[in-house]
């Protein structure tokens, strides 16, 4: 059974840093590209990071420079640095598998989320 | 960036109605578009990728089409369990979700 339990959350304050983790099982780890999303309360979803199986990164601009997202795939564990926190990155962080074939790709697997509350 | 604009943004439902919700494209994204089910206080479920695709375990009553900068979600008839928001989201470059569209019944 495919498992993602996401770990690391909680409260910091503004210009804080924070690292979430993500723990896989159930499936080849080091074969699939893996993402974070987040919602914030009662808003829509936003993709935060992506990190290919060659471990080849990508962020939206809302993010650059600020969150790196990494992967360990000895430990089957995916994670998230976010460096210099504002109250808008207040959300739940999900990590997600991304199935992909060279023509489609979607999020197959999320985790249960993590809460992260930038505030002082 | 490609924008997603997804239509209407709620929706009274009743068990039974047939329900369609849109998505559209700020630019060409061929069929690079998925549909996903949230329910409250749980994370999304795929239910549609590549357009038009059902997933696997998701009941037939679900559906997608469109291409290019047009995309339609179909619930053929509503049952209770289908109360929830779903999301489009285009992979095209990179990824980007629409706004979400939260069905509530009548």
């Known amino acids: ?45 936003e993709w935060v990071s992506f990190i290919g199986a060659g471990g080849d990164t990508l962020y939206p601009d809302s993010v650059k420079g600020r969150f790196t997202i990494s992967r360990e795939n000895a430990n089957d564990s995916l994670y998230l640095q976010m460096n210099r926190l504002t109250a808008g990155d207040t959300a739940v962080y999900y990590c997600a598998r991304e199935r992909y074939s060279g023509n489609y790709r979607y999020l197959d697997y999320w985790g249960q989320g993590a809460l992260v509350t930038v505030s002082s | 960036d490609i924008q997603m604009t997804q239509s209407p943004s709620s929706l009274s439902v009743s068990v039974g109605d047939r329900v369609t919700i849109t998505c559209q494209a700020s630019q060409d994204i061929h069929k690079s578009l998925n549909w996903y089910q949230q329910k409250p206080g749980k994370a999304p479920k795929a239910l549609i990728y590549d357009a ?55």
């Open chain 1, 1 to 45: 059974e495919v498992q993602l339990v996401e770990s690391g959350g909680g409260l910091v304050q503004p210009g804080g840093s924070l690292r979430l983790s993500c723990a896989a099982s159930g499936f080849s780890f080091g074969a699939y590209n893996m993402l974070w999303v987040r919602q914030s309360k009662g808003k829509g979803l």
């Open chain 2, 52 to 106: 038009s695709n059902l997933e696997r375990g998701v009941p037939s009553r679900f559906s997608g089409s469109g291409s290019g900068t047009h995309f339609t979600f179909t619930i053929s008839s509503l049952q209770p369990e289908d109360i929830a928001t779903y999301y489009c989201q285009q992979y095209h470059s990179p990824y980007t979700f629409g706004q979400g569209t939260k069905l509530e019944i009548k």
